[in-house]
């Protein structure tokens, strides 16, 4: 800091002061504004006690099924060569710049029960009904969460040192042995890296959230759907429960850490 | 029994073309420079590359042969693999490492271990079975491997560059417990090594291997004494020439000519070792039948010796004492007289 010449210009260090008070400023804002003294109270109402639960059985949910279908999509995008692989990459990855809420409308027209594309046969067959559901909660997150755990495996899979898995099949394990006994536990960083970013998207999940699945307290209504509810009637649970989030994005940082940060203090 | 194999691969810039053969018992060493496809061919006897023609029998069994679409896939042979860097799995200790094969073929956990131990105990780190791999030096490392690639009982074993991951220091000594490890293994052996030392001391056969095609094979010493290529003069250190033979000299491609002690006819190899090769700052006259002008051109410093690359129409490299050195006033540039006996020379066909 103290070296001439080869430091930052100053206009850049005030710009980015400026940055970082844009970032912090709010969060001192929703500190601030806090009512600590209800702080129990209010979190104990049915309502933000029905909102916790569902975000988290659904958060939950949305990261076993993007684990469940992610990883073999990641195994297949980073080790099967096919004719649009690159395409079906760029398919996958959409829903993390999708706008959410365009992704609820799609959801709808592809499940809703009166004019989505499956949405009649899933009911006829099956009796499922996932628009204004739980089930169609953990859809709406499950569709913007998965990508997160598809790039992270996708990337750990492919910086592996794949002669471990030839070590392996030499030593005569097949190639469902090798994945289970050497491949899941040499990207494991990258699977429970994936894992903890799908949650923090699945649990943070509003737009496709309310466009599909809408705002049914103890059916759909997950805690940010609480929040802006909360908003016009109760602020002070409204900031509360984004206190809590605010917690949980933290404590997601926090066990990340040593991924995100650690690699760029040393420059990988 | 042992290894049979005819390889056909055709892999980027590689196209590898080779016929290997191991005994049971037989270490055979595969020597070549970086890129002629020693590791391409052990990836083929493990099954780890499919061949594109050919045949490989191991004890018997074709498990690779495209004509009869027959192909064994790598976890069916019967292969023990020791991976250049060893490859131990880091999130298993030593005791499941080694224990991973038999696991894999479906030996019950605690029969697996035993058997296991038992290994570990036979390459003496039973006392480290508990610990992660990447607790282990780099001797301890390459005994881990070995002992998994051998749990599995393989007919046959492959090792590629099993000692060029490890220091020095250590390396004399583990070259010889590794051969000791490798006499009590029955089965055939390839050793992938670009180490002379590494395959005089390990292997009973040599095959050169060079631009994916055998440059030279044959027993060891057999292919020390009498090279075929410069990649195996400039290995083994001896000056080798290439000329045309008549009564009693060799007319070389620059015109020179080479006395020798016997009469020789036709193409041949001419190998001078180094030590062979006196040199002087006058023309000498002596018993030495062959003497040739040239100009020093690099020096080497090996022990106490020195070796003396003299650039002229016979292109040597001479070794002497580095009191020579001192004497004689030998440095770049300098134009000496280098001789040699007839009787120091080694003449083969081409």
Known sequence: MTRRGRGVPLFAVLLAVVAVAFFVLPLIALLQRAPWGEFWHDLSQPAARDAMKLSLVCSLWATALSIVFGVPLAYVLARQEFPGRALVRALVVLPMVLPPVVGGVALLYAFSVNNGILGGWLLDTFGIQLTFSTAGAVLAETFVAMPFLVITVEAGLRSMDRRYEDAAASLGAN???????????????SLFAGAALAWARALGEFGATITFAGNIQGRTQTMPLAVYLFLETQQGTAIILSLVLLAV???????????WFGAAQHGA | MGLDATIEVQLGTLDLHVALHASEGETV????????????????????????GGRIVVDGQTVDEPAARCFVVPERRSVGVVFQNYLLFPHLNVLDNVAFGLRSRHVTRSESRRR???WLERVGLADRAAVKPAELSGGQQQRVALARALAIEPHLLLLDEPLAALDVGTRIELRRELRTHLAS?????????????????????????????????GPVAEVSARPRSRYVADLVGVNLLQGTGREHSVELASGAVVVTAEPVDGPVYVAIPPQAVSLHRNQPEGSARNVWSGRIQGTDLLGDRVRVHVEGLVPLVAEVTTGAVSELGLADDVEVWASVKATELTIYPT
């Open chain 2, 185 to 217: 293994f029955p089965g055939a052996r390839v050793l992938v090594t670009h180490d002379l030392l590494d395959a005089v001391a390990l292997a009973d056969r040599l095959v050169v291997l060079e631009e994916g095609r055998v440059a030279q094979e």
């Open chain 1, 249 to 259: 994005s933290v404590i997601v940082l926090v066990l990340l850490r040593d991924r």
């Open chain 2, 29 to 52: 060493a595969v020597l070549g420079p970086n890129g002629a496809g020693k590791t391409t061919l052990l990836r083929t006897l493990a099954g780890l590359v499919p061949i594109d």
């Open chain 1, 175 to 189: 190639r469902w042995t090798v994945f289970r006994r050497v491949t899941v536990p040499l990207i494991w960083p």
């Open chain 2, 116 to 118: 296991a131990l038992e």
